[in-house]
């Protein structure tokens, strides 16, 4: 038994990782069916911006961690957020706006382009911007004191305080993102714009607007999660989005593209699935190797069977 | 108020308004009638910016429109109620409401306007926390034309109102907007349904194709017989 909740904390706190890249899926594409498969990159790129971050602040090593947690980690978060929302809102207006009335395929096939770009522009030209290391190869997460490496027990059910910043974190957003949806002007804006975007030109809403405050919904937090990513694994790389990217997408379309409740359900139901099928499927079918393979399966399953998702895919509704 | 000259609007390439002119006058109710196809809402929606121009232009109150962004032409003052009335229907009464006034700062005003339309159509005040999507076919009419009047309009326009109406419910609504004008709004009413729209308004123009075929006062046009024979069922 003890296994079991070892495995749906790991689970959890896998899923609230997705959860959060799953977000900036699900938004942007409410608002303009586009599916942006850059956005894995946009994740990536937040979590060098808070490593850029550190190493601006003088890559501090010894501190309490109070500190740490209270100074140092939202410093890398506003950080991150900064590189992120900055390189979404570049793309959106660069590369998706111009092609805003073409064909469907046009933008799809844009968005992988961007996301090549962005991963290859990290790998050459990270180490040439002054102080920052060279980004060929993984680079260290900065140590945040407090978090990185620190777990509590339960028994025999070890937490990493990264899990516990890590699910807290998507928990935040996830009221954040109530409120912004329901409760602000922007939200109940973007809200009809889902819905019928020329009635929500006649209403006086400026849709570029809307649409560039999805794309940085999304991107800040992306950001978190490329934090959670970095304080969770110990190092950050390049190619840090493509799966991550594809397994929030995943996420996003398991809960019902669209839907914010149903990106956050659908990234840690993903998450569960494939902490629990490593632990649980006997022989080599259940070995590390095989959970992307059950994650992608679990996809499949849910197109064929439920092609709207867990919870309905619609256009962004009350979150 | 508002000045229509030589506009051409297209999909595409297909030119669905050919060169149309007409105007409205402050206080007036102006209609425009035709069949489907015809050009009527294709013009609306230049008006609201909606489509660009090929060529020609529209003038509101001495200042041109075109180039001017949709959200900014109702800051303006030139609000519209779409055909098939567009409501945004899984949202609340109250939220459709409010988002009419979007573009509007003075929250004490939008209250105010909110209180009135209530007290317009009460059905929408007792119910205003329900679906949209969950109205009759007439309420919704209403709740469409109470969500462009929360912008405060200059100038409403009105895309077939009366469409998929009764006979009852299509008197109501062509009532309300009598009221409406008697209140100081103009309005620019499209219709299919003539007689109804031609007993209010001061003036009217007929569309066929993409272009003006004539027009002339409300009254004069409901007596003519080319429209009693297109649109009246006259023979």
């Given at each position: 038994m003890d296994l079991f909740w070892q495995q749906l904390i790991n689970g959890l706190s896998l899923g609230a990782l997705y959860a959060l890249i799953a977000v900036g899926y699900t938004v942007v594409y409410g608002i303009v069916q586009l599916i942006n498969f850059a956005h894995g990159e946009i994740f990536m790129v937040g979590a060098f911006g808070a490593f850029a971050t550190w190493v601006v602040m003088g890559s501090p090593k010894e501190m309490s961690w109070q500190m740490a947690v209270f100074g140092l980690l939202p410093a890398m978060i506003v950080g991150g957020m900064i590189v992120s929302v900055s390189m979404a809102l570049l793309t959106e207006r660069l590369a998706y706006r111009p092609l805003r009335d073409a064909p469907r395929l046009a933008p799809?096939?844009?968005?992988?382009?961007?996301?090549?770009?962005?991963?290859?522009?990290?790998?050459?030209?990270?180490?040439?911007?002054?102080?920052?290391?060279?980004?060929?190869?993984?680079?260290?997460?900065?140590?945040?004191?407090?978090?990185?490496?620190?777990?509590?027990?339960?028994?025999?059910?070890?937490?990493?305080?990264?899990?516990?910043?890590?699910?807290?974190?998507?928990?935040?957003?996830?009221?954040?993102?109530?409120?912004y949806v329901n409760r602000t002007k922007t939200g109940r804006a973007m809200v009809a714009t889902s819905q019928d975007p020329d009635t929500a030109r006649l209403m006086g809403i400026n849709v570029d607007r809307v649409i560039m405050s999805a794309f940085a919904v999304g991107a800040a937090l992306a950001a978190i999660a490329g934090v959670a990513h970095g304080l969770r694994y110990g190092n950050i790389d390049f190619r840090m989005g493509f799966l991550a990217g594809l397994k929030a997408f995943t996420a996003a379309v398991l809960g019902g593209i669209g839907n914010i409740n149903g990106a956050v359900v659908g990234g840690l139901v993903l998450g569960v699935v494939e902490s629990m099928a490593t632990t649980f499927i006997p022989g080599q079918f259940g070995s590390p190797a095989w959970k992307d393979v059950w994650a992608f399966v679990l996809l499949i399953l849910v197109l064929v069977f439920r092609p709207q998702g867990l919870l309905g895919a619609k256009v962004v509704d009350r979150a | 108020m508002l000045e229509v000259k030589d506009m051409v609007v297209a999909y595409g390439r297909v030119n669905a308004v050919k060169g149309i002119s007409f105007s409205v006058e402050k206080g007036q109710i102006v209609t425009l009638l035709g069949t489907n196809g015809a050009g009527k809402s294709t013009t609306l929606r230049a008006i609201s910016g909606l489509l660009k121009l090929v060529s020609g232009s529209i003038t509101f109150e001495g200042e041109p429109l075109d180039g001017v962004p949709a959200h900014k032409i109702v800051e303006r003052g030139i609000a519209q109620s779409p055909e098939g009335r567009r409501l945004f229907r899984k949202m609340s009464v109250e939220d459709n409401l409010k988002l009419?006034?979007?573009?509007?700062?003075?929250?004490?005003?939008?209250?105010?306007?909110?209180?009135?339309?209530?007290?317009?159509?009460?059905?929408?005040?007792?119910?205003?926390?329900?679906?949209?999507?969950?109205?009759?076919?007439?309420?919704?009419?209403?709740?469409?034309?109470?969500?462009?009047?929360?912008?405060?309009?200059?100038?409403?326009?009105?895309?077939?109102?009366?469409?998929?109406?009764?006979?009852?419910?299509?008197?109501?609504?062509?009532?309300?907007?009598?009221?409406?004008?008697?209140?100081?709004?103009?309005?620019?009413?499209?219709?299919?349904n003539a007689s109804a729209a031609l007993s209010l308004a001061d003036r009217g123009y007929v569309l066929e194709v993409g272009q003006i075929m004539f027009s002339d006062t409300?009254?004069?046009l409901l007596g003519d017989d080319r429209v009693r024979k297109a649109y009246l069922g006259a023979d």
């Open positions: 799809l096939i844009t968005a992988i382009g961007i996301s090549v770009f962005l991963q290859e522009f990290v790998r050459l030209f990270f180490g040439d911007i002054p102080g920052m290391p060279d980004a060929k190869r993984a680079i260290p997460f900065p140590t945040v004191i407090g978090i990185t490496g620190q777990s509590l027990h339960f028994g025999n059910v070890t937490v990493q305080i990264s899990a516990i910043f890590t699910i807290g974190a998507l928990a935040a957003c996830t009221i954040f993102l109530w409120f | 009419g006034a979007f573009s509007r700062k003075d929250t004490a005003g939008v209250k105010t306007d909110l209180a009135n339309i209530y007290e317009l159509f009460p059905v929408l005040g007792e119910r205003r926390h329900e679906a949209a999507g969950l109205f009759s076919g007439g309420e919704q009419q209403m709740l469409a034309i109470g969500r462009a009047m929360m912008s405060r309009p200059k100038l409403l326009m009105l895309d077939e109102p009366s469409m998929g109406l009764s006979p009852i419910m299509t008197q109501t609504i062509m009532r309300t907007i009598l009221k409406l004008q008697s209140e100081g709004v103009t309005i620019l009413l499209v219709e299919q409300g009254k004069a």
